[in-house]
């Protein structure tokens, strides 16, 4: 089903999309921007169909890297979100959402309460 299960009938979440189980579904820290030192921004991923997954794949300068698993591939998802985790550090949130902007990549800055 939808929602997967474990034997004692509780969620498994690390293996359901919608938990952030995947590195397609999670938000990312960003490089800390020098016009506001302190503060913490991330950008938000939520590329779960494979069209969406490729302009990610895309905006992340990976689209015709060689190698990489099957979105789907579960046993991937762990290193692949540490993959992502350290290029989204390279740049930052405002950057990124420049780069995302106007794309199919579901990728989004999260924005504060000031914002």
Not at 3 to 21: E, N, Y
Not at 69 to 74: A, C, I, N, S
Not at 91 to 114: Q, S
Request: glycine share 6%; aromatic share 14%.
């Amino acid at each position: 089903g939808f929602l997967p299960v474990k034997k004692d009938g509780h969620m498994d979440a690390a293996s359901f999309i919608l938990v952030q189980a995947p590195h397609f579904c999670e938000a990312y820290l960003c490089k800390e921007d020098p016009q506001k030192p302190g503060t913490r921004q991330y950008m938000s991923v939520q590329a779960i169909e494979p069209q969406f997954y490729a302009a990610l794949l895309k905006g992340l300068g990976l689209g015709e890297a060689q190698g990489l698993p099957h979105q789907y591939d579960k046993s991937s998802w762990e290193w692949m979100k540490v993959r992502f985790a350290s290029i989204f550090l390279t740049k930052i949130r405002d950057e990124w959402a420049e780069i995302f902007y106007g794309t199919d990549a579901c990728a989004v800055p999260v924005l504060n309460a000031h914002e």
